[in-house]
């Protein structure tokens, strides 16, 4: 006998009022390459953002540091002004000194640069999801969080979330702040932060997971793969339907720079993994 498929949550509720499509879009590959500068296509970069929105994407997630600021550019000049409901979630905490250099900065005066910087590209008034890309292991933890918490009481932001933060980070966080969403690398092959995602489905927090597949584990590749052929879906398309499936408080932004890519993404949500799919997966061990 077959085994039943799998039904999940289709949508998510950040912070109480922002109800989105668990499906949604990061938008760091719109930009140039070493996400440095402007995109090698312009237009398509334009016509994969309003592509998203088509699609049912009502969730963004991007940064100032994205090009840096291009993505943010990119995303009031084909959106704006933008629909009702659309959530375009931003963060700050980092600098950018060349291609693929990050260096963090969360200090106040940056956060504040970066802010308003936000606020002005994304022509908004308000931003409905600030993250802290990074805790600063050079500028005290609370000097990060008071500034968040000022830039939410004037304001500036409604909900606040954070990137790359364990457990601990977070409840510390909540001394200053209701901490909305969590950013932390995450995928059925690299299961480091497993604690920090049980905490947040507790908690009621979004979990946003970024590198969504560990594409150098071979054998989770194999297995992948093996399930993949069975649905005529592509390995991504069953790692992304995996985190849709492993716990209802995952939000996916798989990001591109192609329309075709992106349409592709998209059919994730159409894909039935079934509860032997499930266990094999689950079964799947780190790198």
Same mark, same amino acid.
Not at 24 to 49: C, F, N, Q
Not at 50 to 74: C, M, Q, W
Not at 85 to 112: F, S, Y
């Given at each position: ?46 016509? =994969? ?66 802010? $308003? ?39 500036? =932001? ?23 969403? =969590? ?92 509860? $032997? ?11």
């Amino acid at each position: 006998m077959a085994t039943s498929s799998i039904i999940y949550n289709q949508t998510f509720t950040i912070g109480g009022d922002l109800t989105v499509n668990r499906l949604g879009y990061g938008a760091m590959r719109i930009t140039g390459k070493g996400i440095w500068g402007p995109p090698k296509d312009h237009d398509e970069s334009i016509r =994969v953002l309003k592509r998203a929105v088509e699609l049912g994407v009502n969730f963004i997630d991007t940064a100032d540091s994205y090009g840096p600021h291009v993505s943010e550019e990119l995303i009031a000049e084909a959106l704006h002004p933008y629909a009702t409901g659309l959530v375009i979630a931003t963060k700050g905490g980092l600098e950018r000194t060349g291609p693929d250099q990050w260096p963090i900065n969360a200090h106040p005066d940056h956060l504040r640069e970066a802010l $308003d910087g936000s606020l002005k590209r994304l022509k908004l008034e308000q931003i409905d999801l600030y993250q802290l890309h990074r805790i600063d292991p050079k500028v005290p933890a609370e000097l990060s969080f008071e500034f968040l918490q000022e830039a939410q009481q004037s304001g500036k =932001v409604k909900h606040i979330g954070l990137s790359e933060v364990s457990v601990e980070d977070i409840k510390d966080a909540q001394n200053y702040f209701n901490v909305v969403s =969590v950013q932390n690398m995450y995928s059925v092959d690299n299961r480091k932060w497993e604690a920090v995602l049980n905490y947040c489905k507790e908690q009621n927090i979004a979990f946003i997971p970024w590198f969504p597949l560990n594409a150098g584990n071979v054998a989770a590749q194999d297995k992948l793969k093996i399930i993949a052929d069975k649905h005529g879906a592509t390995v991504h398309q069953v790692a992304l339907s995996w985190l849709l499936n492993h716990a209802d408080n995952i939000l996916l932004i798989p990001g591109t720079s192609s329309v075709d890519h992106l349409e592709e993404n998209m059919k994730t949500i159409d894909i039935q993994l079934t509860e $032997d799919d499930i266990k094999e997966l689950n079964s799947i061990s780190p790198a």
